[in-house]
């Protein structure tokens, strides 16, 4: 997308930032109450941080020494980026000090272009550790622990880190491009076409869940809900009725859904699905069997490609799980 974010005024942590950060709705406007993306109150993470603080906090001996370690070098912020990183994780996870990580992965998102920390990758003139900017957008989405609330600028540093080679941050930011238009709040762009891009480039880079995303999108077709499962090609194309089945939800396409289709292109779904299977990614092999099954557009009816595929299935679902712990067949 190309959208740049202004470097935080600050990005080292303080004693006080908890005073100063909360869950604020005002770059939210848009967000309603009707959004399958609830707005955060600030308080979701407030009872799994209290049940945490009961338990002990066990770290070995060693860990405890990289800890200390990776603390000492970032320095407050003044150290390698990934010593201030790895220490916002820490802070995170085991002390919960959410306020004081958000700071950190600030502070690893933007430094000057002049910063020799390992792994840092130029973006807009200045440098950045990309899981960094992840993990800001991530708490940007949610507003945890009382930290900002803020998904335009979620979007924003998922672009930024997106733009440096950062594949999940590429897949996040395809899945708020291809969400509902308003439900994201104000700022969020809507932009099917760009996530298909980003999921296909995802997938070459060998992510299976990119790969099954984009063929998904390109076999629903105009008449199916853009989140609707278990299509089949002549619903999809419209030549039968969509009928709701017991316990789905209803998977024809609302009139008031302002979403985008997607031309239908089952050969290039196909190609999509055998890099998912490839990638041993059990629902992209077992809609390869569906759709040998069933056949689709430019696509014959082949019972031995389906019968392959359906084995690959079982063997994925009984090596990793899935499918609700059991195969599908």
């Not at 800001?136 to 900002?148: E, I, V």
């Given at each position: 997308?190309?959208?740049?974010?202004?470097?935080?005024?600050?990005?080292?942590?303080?004693?006080?930032?908890?005073?100063?950060?909360?869950?604020?709705?005002?770059?939210?406007?848009?967000?309603?109450?009707?959004?399958?993306?609830?707005?955060?109150?600030?308080?979701e993470?407030?009872?799994?941080?209290?049940?945490?603080?009961?338990?002990?906090?066990?770290?070995?001996?060693?860990?405890?020494?990289?800890?200390?370690?990776?603390?000492?070098?970032?320095?407050?912020?003044?150290?390698?980026?990934?010593?201030?990183?790895?220490?916002?994780?820490?802070?995170?996870?085991?002390?919960?000090?959410h306020?004081e990580?958000?700071?950190?992965?600030?502070?690893?998102?933007?430094?000057?272009?002049?910063?020799?920390?390992?792994?840092?990758?130029?973006?807009?003139?200045?440098?950045?550790?990309?899981?960094?900017?992840?993990?800001?957008?991530?708490?940007?989405?949610?507003?945890?622990?009382?930290?900002?609330?803020?998904?335009?600028?979620?979007?924003?540093?998922?672009?930024?880190?997106?733009?440096?080679?950062?594949?999940?941050?590429?897949?996040?930011?395809?899945?708020?491009?291809?969400?509902?238009?308003?439900?994201?709040?104000?700022?969020?762009?809507?932009?099917?076409?760009?996530?298909?891009d980003?999921?296909?480039?995802?997938c070459?880079?060998?992510d299976?869940?990119?790969?099954?995303?984009?063929?998904?999108?390109?076999?629903?077709?105009?008449?199916?809900?853009?989140?609707?499962?278990?299509?089949?090609?002549?619903?999809?194309?419209?030549?039968?009725?969509?009928?709701?089945?017991?316990?789905?939800?209803?998977?024809?396409?609302?009139?008031?859904?302002?979403?985008?289709?997607?031309?239908?292109?089952?050969?290039?779904?196909?190609?999509?699905?055998?890099?998912?299977?490839?990638?041993?990614?059990?629902?992209?092999?077992?809609?390869?069997?569906?759709?040998?099954?069933?056949?689709?557009?430019?696509?014959?009816?082949?019972?031995?490609?389906?019968?392959?595929?359906?084995?690959?299935?079982?063997?994925?679902?009984?090596?990793?799980?899935?499918?609700?712990?059991?195969?599908?067949?």
């Amino acid at each position: 997308m190309g959208s740049k974010l202004a470097k935080p005024e600050n990005s080292q942590p303080s004693s006080s930032a908890a005073n100063n950060v909360s869950s604020n709705v005002e770059n939210n406007e848009g967000l309603n109450e009707n959004s399958p993306y609830p707005i955060p109150t600030g308080k979701e993470y407030e009872l799994i941080d209290a049940l945490a603080n009961e338990l002990p906090n066990i770290i070995d001996d060693e860990s405890r020494r990289q800890v200390e370690e990776y603390v000492a070098d970032c320095d407050n912020g003044s150290g390698p980026m990934v010593a201030c990183f790895s220490t916002a994780e820490y802070l995170s996870l085991f002390e919960r000090k959410h306020v004081e990580a958000m700071h950190l992965f600030e502070n690893a998102c933007f430094r000057p272009k002049s910063d020799k920390s390992p792994n840092g990758v130029e973006v807009d003139g200045t440098k950045a550790y990309l899981p960094a900017c992840y993990n800001l957008g991530r708490m940007r989405m949610t507003g945890k622990g009382k930290t900002k609330f803020d998904r335009k600028e979620a979007f924003e540093y998922f672009d930024r880190a997106c733009r440096g080679g950062h594949d999940p941050s590429c897949f996040m930011q395809g899945k708020m491009l291809a969400s509902q238009p308003g439900t994201l709040g104000k700022g969020v762009p809507y932009d099917p076409y760009k996530a298909v891009d980003l999921f296909e480039k995802v997938c070459d880079n060998q992510d299976a869940v990119s790969c099954f995303s984009v063929a998904t999108m390109l076999l629903r077709g105009e008449k199916v809900n853009p989140v609707a499962d278990n299509v089949s090609p002549l619903e999809a194309r419209g030549e039968v009725e969509l009928k709701k089945r017991k316990g789905e939800m209803d998977r024809k396409k609302m009139e008031t859904d302002n979403r985008i289709s997607l031309k239908r292109d089952p050969q290039r779904a196909e190609k999509l699905l055998k890099k998912g299977c490839e990638f041993s990614h059990a629902p992209s092999c077992f809609n390869l069997a569906v759709m040998y099954t069933q056949g689709d557009e430019n696509i014959p009816v082949d019972k031995e490609k389906s019968e392959i595929y359906k084995k690959k299935t079982d063997e994925l679902v009984k090596m990793f799980g899935g499918f609700g712990g059991g195969s599908p067949f």
